[in-house]
């Protein structure tokens, strides 16, 4: 079984004032970069939300309610594919991310879930899920759950620290961007993108 993907690109991006997965981060539309680096290393790859990304788009039902139910969507339609594997995670608001570190993730040994840890905190939304777990949260978001807490843990999982990682990413790469002064931190040029089209 291969490796799937999905992209998450529904968030509101409130504190940000401006969609995150339309920033324009190093002169690169953020979702369409992502985008693209998850279709380099997951087939098939596939967007929960509006349509930014290039890749092939649904939308999760009902919308903002949540990572848990953008992924239960995903897990969904990819099951209606074929796909039923494991599939990497991952969200928009993580600009930084790098296809080294999408490879990675994707070719970690096993078909089970693969959770990068950055100072002690596991980062679900750019993660190998596996296929139980997946399966999970679309159970999980019907019966009306919303939150991860204690998701990708279905069955067998490993947990990557630094030494796991770092060959291929650094703590900056699993930024979470969800303000114009996260990205001033970091010293990332930007620039706000085109507004969504309503949907």
């Known amino acids: 079984m291969g490796t799937a993907g999905l992209l998450l690109t529904g968030g509101a991006s409130r504190r940000m004032r401006a969609d ?9 539309v953020s979702a369409v970069r992502l985008g693209r680096l998850l279709a380099a290393a997951s087939s098939p790859a596939l967007e929960v939300g509006p349509g930014a990304s290039g890749l092939p788009a649904i939308r999760e039902h009902p919308r903002g309610q949540g990572p848990l139910v953008a992924i239960a969507a995903g897990a ?6 074929g796909a039923s594997g494991p599939a990497l995670v991952l969200a928009c608001d993580l600009p930084l991310v790098t296809g080294a570190l999408l ?8 078909d089970g879930a693969v959770v990068p840890v950055i100072d002690g905190h596991r980062q679900p939304l750019c993660a190998r899920w596996s296929a139980s777990d997946l399966a999970a949260a679309i159970d999980l978001a019907a ?19 630094p030494e796991d990682w770092a ?7 699993f930024a979470d961007v969800d303000s114009p ?3 001033e931190r970091l010293g990332v040029r ?10």
Do not use: C, F, M, N
């Not at 759950?145 to 620290?161: F, M, N």
């Open 103 to 110: 490879e990675h993730l994707a070719h970690w040994p096993g």
């Open 143 to 161: 019966k009306g759950q919303r939150s991860l807490r204690g998701l990708p843990a279905h069955g067998e999982h490993t947990d990557l620290g």
């Open 167 to 173: 060959p291929v990413a650094d703590t900056r790469t």
């Open 190 to 199: 930007w620039q706000p993108g085109q507004e969504r089209a309503a949907d």
């Open 76 to 81: 969904t339609h990819l099951q209606r594919l």
């Open 20 to 28: 995150k997965a339309l920033l324009v981060i190093e002169g690169q």
């Open 181 to 183: 002064e996260d990205l």
